[in-house]
């Protein structure tokens, strides 16, 4: 993971990148996600005919379908604003791979170098780019919660260490860690359903870990660990519930307040 320039002022305008998991299965981490960025007095952009990332087809190893897929966005983001994606490893697939996707077609490469330069996380955002502050929020009922991160986003993208900065912050809220924190949850796009054996036994070691925490819920910015870790613990009726962390900010934070 490269170190990276934040710029200095706050833009007033900037895009949405909502992700296909998103739309399709957590739709309420989109809306909360694009309110978070208005209460900051941004607005937010999001442009119709966006879809996929690519990144399923890429990391199973097909390159053209993730290039098929990706060409399709990169018209999409014209105006210079930031593209803000809530999801750690969607953000780190545009950021890292889409650049080296088109190597061999500059105008491509071009259009894809620049998107990559202004994709930022959504937690990366609020914490470093317009400095969101808690001091006035009310603690609110007490809720201890454990923090899940991808390990595309852990390692691409560094979110970890931006969610766990933003929970920190928060009246109310108590951060614990448990024993396979930085285990991989099972999920891994494509993985889990190759290996749904190897898959399922991870995700049970992962609910059971965090379930011994004594936490109220599980809060992470990657929609497809959300869903896996989500529809494990409800399959083996564990007390876990699962939330994103736009929507546990957002909640937590007042929403309008």
Request: charge should be negative; aromatic fraction near 6%; hydrophobic fraction near 40%.
């Amino acid at each position: 993971m490269q170190s990276r320039q934040y710029p200095t002022t706050a833009p007033q305008q900037v895009y949405l990148f909502g992700t296909c998991l998103v739309d399709l299965f957590v739709p309420q981490a989109g809306l909360d996600a694009v309110r978070l960025l208005e209460r900051e007095g941004l607005t937010v952009h999001f442009p119709r005919g966006q879809s996929c990332c690519g990144q399923p087809a890429y990391s199973s190893g097909n390159p053209e379908q993730a290039r098929k897929v990706a060409r399709a966005q990169l018209e999409l983001f014209r105006e210079p604003w930031p593209i803000i994606v809530p999801s750690g490893s969607c953000g780190g697939m545009m950021r890292h791979h889409w650049p080296t996707l088109f190597a061999d077609d500059p105008d491509a490469a071009r259009l894809a170098s620049d998107i990559a330069g202004r994709v930022y996380e959504l937690a990366e955002f609020l914490l470093h780019v317009l400095h969101v502050r808690f001091d006035d929020v009310p603690a609110g009922d007490h809720e201890r919660v454990v923090l899940h991160t991808s390990c595309a986003a852990r390692r691409e993208m560094g979110t970890r260490a931006h969610g766990v900065a933003l929970l920190d912050a928060l009246p109310g809220v108590s951060r614990v860690e448990h024993v396979r924190e930085s285990e991989c949850c099972g999920f891994g796009g494509t993985f889990s359903l190759k290996h749904a054996d190897i898959s399922g036994a991870m995700v049970r070691d992962k609910v059971a870990s965090a379930c011994a925490t004594g936490c109220d819920r599980l809060v992470s910015a990657d929609c497809g660990c959300l869903l896996n870790i989500g529809h494990a613990a409800a399959h083996a009726g564990a007390p876990l519930p699962v939330e994103h962390l736009a929507s546990f900010l957002w909640r937590r934070t007042g929403g309008a307040a």
